[in-house]
């Protein structure tokens, strides 16, 4: 069956899909870098490109073809997790399906979600957290998910939404999900992420906590990233040819270690301090709260503290889930996650 | 191929479809040279032509003699004429076989050959393939669209770009600003000393400037401190170096403001030259290199004894805080 290729990134968006599932689709977060700390999460490769246009997204620059594809069959890709499962039975996986793509963007043509939701509620040692700029999840809450799935939300202030999350659901929209998503009963996560400056980035991120936390019991998240913006260095020319009203790549930013810019330190410094003070203010004393992508010195000045390294971090996520939700199949064991590869 | 003899004034020179004028910035050559020849040894090499449907006969290789029989009041000159059915990938290959000194000259001419070669109507396959490969491009699927973008760059921009021997990314690079900032390159390019990678600097954080601060290039002009450097009687090179420095301090205030800071604090140490004292200017690592330059014995213990100071101590802790 013949499919055109789309060339530009924004062709394919409209168009999606279906198909079979090829090679391996599950793997680790492609932005593991040792410099940075990673949380280690898997990622399930069930979608690829989305219907949203968010001016930083990597994708513009990283599809080679630009179309719409949803991985439908589904037995396939939990055949591969569960093989992964029983490799390490005494270790939680946690993972997502948004790594190319939003995880519920497409939720009411594919009903993917629904589908890995009720297959990951058979699972003892691992967690699905599906993340989404999306509210759509009216179709997953009658769903007996047994607690194994983790809805999450990319969050932004409402400013940056209207300037840089084109097509995406408004921040009333997704507060409104994530509410009706918690009263099903559903772990929350929330992923201040990217974090960007602009005049009044104070203000905005300030009522973003409080609009968010007004929607969610503290002891219904599961975690809570941080992360600013970065991108690679040719995504510079994509954002500004393909969003010129964008002021993003103009920000003070350097080259990091892993090959992607981004804000000099004392910025982000300044802005993961400013967001996770008002974050405190609202979250529980036990909520795990993570940096995506981040050096350690700048763990030490936002938290006080940093893990000893990425499996050092997973371990951590596998105890916190456990002990506050019940997570996983036994009470986990450090040394178990720091031999992982 | 045989030749045959026609009317030089039937010859289109400038007007031949086939003209680079629009395309080909000419090496610097000793046009004397070639007019010596033609008088002492006549024009020995029949012209290329092409005759198309409507009969009119366009140059294609040869400019330098016909323009000399013209000037000589030949009437006729010996030609190789190619006929109206001549694919233009030939003619195109032909060009550039005879042309290569120059085309190949800078990147900037070779990306002006391709878009001759796009304005003749060839076939992109063809250009991405063939004509692509033989000038050492490695084409992507929008390399000729970026090959469009650099043509509309201003002439006399290109023409500095051709002299200036800018790169394929330079040239991209440049493409991508607005029409007031290259109006304001080519201005500047009579006050400063711009070299292919200081305007590419210069453009490059004027740009993200302007965008940040949303201002317009008049805007910048009217600041002080870039009006203090263009009233002044600096050299052109210190203008260009006075100018680079105060857009890198407005392009980078926060990393500008710490680095100065840690220089401060080494420079307060006072410390001898046989220690050095240097850090990530990016602020992304949280180190501090300390090198030792020892060629005397006599000075190890001394070197040692300041590091061991209580006020390099407090130094290097300063500077690890400010990293």
Not at chain 1, 275 to 295: G, H, I, Q, T, V
Not at chain 2, 227 to 245: P, V
């Amino acid at each position: 069956m013949y499919h055109k290729k789309f060339t530009h990134f924004k062709d394919g968006k409209q168009e999606v899909r279906r198909i079979s599932k090829k090679g391996t689709a599950l793997g680790t977060c492609a932005t593991l870098n040792r410099k940075y700390l990673c949380c280690n999460v898997h990622v399930l490769r069930s979608v690829h490109n989305c219907p949203f246009e968010c001016s930083y997204c990597f994708l513009q620059n990283y599809l080679t073809d630009g179309s719409t594809k949803i991985v439908d069959d589904t037995a396939h890709l939990m055949n591969e997790v569960k093989d992964a499962l029983r490799s390490e039975p005494s270790r939680l996986f946690r993972i997502g399906t948004w790594e190319l793509g939003d995880s519920l963007a497409l939720e009411k043509k594919t009903g993917q979600a629904q589908e890995l939701i009720q297959a990951f509620a058979r699972l003892n040692n691992a967690v699905l957290e599906l993340k989404t700029k999306s509210d759509a999840v009216d179709s997953l809450l009658s769903l007996d998910h047994k607690g194994k799935t983790v809805l999450s939300w990319s969050l932004n202030t409402e400013e940056l939404i209207a300037s840089e999350e084109h097509q995406t659901a408004s921040l009333k929209r997704r507060v409104s999900a994530i509410r009706k998503s918690a009263g099903a009963g559903y772990l929350i996560g929330l992923h201040f992420d990217p974090m960007i400056l602009y005049d009044r980035w104070k203000e905005g991120y300030k009522k973003l906590v409080a609009d968010v936390f007004e929607a969610v019991p503290p002891d219904r998240i599961a975690w809570i990233s941080i992360g600013s913006l970065r991108f690679n260095p040719e995504m510079k020319k994509k954002i500004e040819n393909n969003y010129p009203d964008s002021r993003l790549t103009s920000a003070e930013m350097v080259l990091g270690d892993d090959a992607k810019i981004r804000y000099v330190k004392p910025l982000r410094v300044s802005m993961y301090q400013y967001l996770y003070n008002e974050l405190k203010k609202y979250s529980a004393d036990n909520a795990l709260a993570y940096l995506c992508m981040e050096r350690w010195d700048v763990w030490d000045r936002v938290f006080g503290c940093h893990p000893e390294s990425v499996e050092h971090l997973d371990f951590l996520f596998a105890q916190s889930l456990y002990t506050r939700f019940g997570l996983g199949a036994e009470q986990p064991k450090k040394e178990r996650y720091m031999t992982c590869t | 191929m045989p030749t045959e003899s026609i009317h030089i004034n039937d010859v289109l020179i400038n007007d031949s479809r086939f003209a680079l004028r629009d395309f080909i910035f000419d090496s610097i050559s000793e046009p004397s040279c070639h007019l010596n020849t033609f008088c002492t040894l006549g024009i020995l090499y029949p012209i290329v032509v092409y005759r198309d449907r409507k009969g009119l006969i366009h140059l294609v290789d040869g400019r330098k003699r016909a323009e000399y029989a013209k000037q000589s009041d030949e009437r006729l000159i010996r030609a190789m004429v190619l006929p109206e059915t001549t694919p233009v990938t030939d003619i195109v290959s032909l060009i550039h076989c005879n042309r290569r000194n120059d085309i190949e000259s800078s990147v900037m001419n070779k990306v002006q050959f391709l878009c001759f070669a796009i304005s003749m109507n060839v076939p992109e396959s063809w250009i991405l393939k063939v004509l692509c490969g033989a000038l050492e491009f490695k084409p992507h699927t929008e390399f000729l669209r970026e090959c469009e973008r650099i043509f509309h760059l201003p002439r006399e921009l290109r023409q500095f770009c051709h002299e200036k021997k800018f790169s394929l990314k330079q040239l991209l690079n440049l493409s991508y600003y607005s029409p007031d900032i290259l109006s304001q390159l080519i201005q500047w390019n009579t006050s400063l000393q711009l070299t292919a990678s200081t305007l590419d600097e210069i453009a490059s954080h004027l740009k993200d400037y302007l965008r940040a601060t949303n201002k317009r290039i008049k805007d910048f002009l009217a600041e002080p401190e870039v009006e203090d450097i263009f009233e002044s009687s600096l050299s052109q090179r210190d203008k260009t170096e006075k100018l680079r420095q105060l857009l890198y301090l407005k392009r980078f205030p926060t990393l500008s403001a710490v680095n100065a800071n840690i220089r401060g604090i080494i420079k307060q140490l006072h410390l001898p030259k046989e220690i050095q004292i240097t850090w990530d200017g990016t602020l992304e690592n949280k180190k501090l290199d300390v090198t030792l330059n020892i060629s005397d014995p006599q000075k190890w213990q001394p070197v040692l004894d300041t590091l061991a100071s209580p006020d390099v101590k407090e130094a290097v802790q300063s500077i690890l805080d400010e990293l």
